[in-house]
T-cell receptor, first 112, second 112 residues
């Protein structure tokens, strides 16, 4: 069966520090991978998606970047965090086509 | 710009009540409408609706899609405290990337 791992669960970082959030999927190959951010009381905003290794599409201009160095690994990064980067970050995958997404447990990031 | 709007944003009911959650969408290249339940962290999948007028049902939950009016509803009958959660509606776009546009969610609170 497929599983998705996302870490860390919580993170407190000072403004200007770097960020690296990691997500890995097991039990499938060539998944579509997604990074979402959820502000308090809001829905999920799609930040990045990837349909293959090294293929990254950005949905919104921002202070973040994403990379997919391996088929089932998706990384969200920042060189210098801003206060506005605080939020709940969710990684997700689907096998493509007309299917639902499967989500990781999320990372709550607080930038102080 | 693709848009999904949910209403109401929050709802408080008592156990045993029936609730109806609403979702309207304006999405280019629409493929399917999905409902998720988010209790603490990871949203979990409830329904996918692709065809108009065909009700999907799972226990006390049911949902239907109207592709002419660009609208979907999620019904929960005989609510229980365990139904308390944020219910997210998402419009899945056609294409291999499997991108979804999410609404802001409806926060349902069921009181004993």
């Amino acid at each position: 069966s497929q599983t998705i791992h996302q870490w860390p669960a919580t993170l407190v970082q000072p403004v200007g520090s770097p960020l690296s959030l990691e997500c890995t999927v097991e039990g499938t190959s060539n998944p579509n991978l997604y990074w979402y951010r959820q502000a308090a009381g809001r829905g999920l905003q799609l930040l990045f998606y990837s349909v293959g290794i090294g293929q990254i599409s950005s949905e919104v201009p921002q202070n973040l970047s994403a990379s997919r160095p391996q088929d089932r690994q998706f990384i969200l990064s920042s060189k210098k965090l801003l206060l506005s980067d605080s939020g709940f970050y969710l990684c997700a995958w689907n096998p493509g086509g007309n299917t639902e997404a499967f989500f990781g447990q999320g990372t709550r990031l607080t930038v102080v | 710009e693709d848009k999904v709007v949910q209403s109401p944003l929050s709802l408080v009911v008592h156990e045993g009540d029936t609730v109806t959650l609403n979702c309207s969408y304006e999405v280019t290249n629409f493929r399917s409408l999905l409902w998720y339940k988010q209790e603490k962290k990871a949203p979990t999948f409830l329904f996918m609706l692709t065809s108009s007028g065909i009700e999907k049902k799972s226990g006390r939950l049911s949902s239907i899609l109207d592709k002419k009016e660009l609208f979907s509803i999620l019904n929960i009958t005989a609510t229980q405290t365990g139904d308390s959660a944020v219910y997210l509606c998402a419009a899945l776009s056609a294409g291999g990337a499997g991108k979804s546009t999410f609404g802001d969610g409806t926060t349902l609170t069921v009181k004993p």
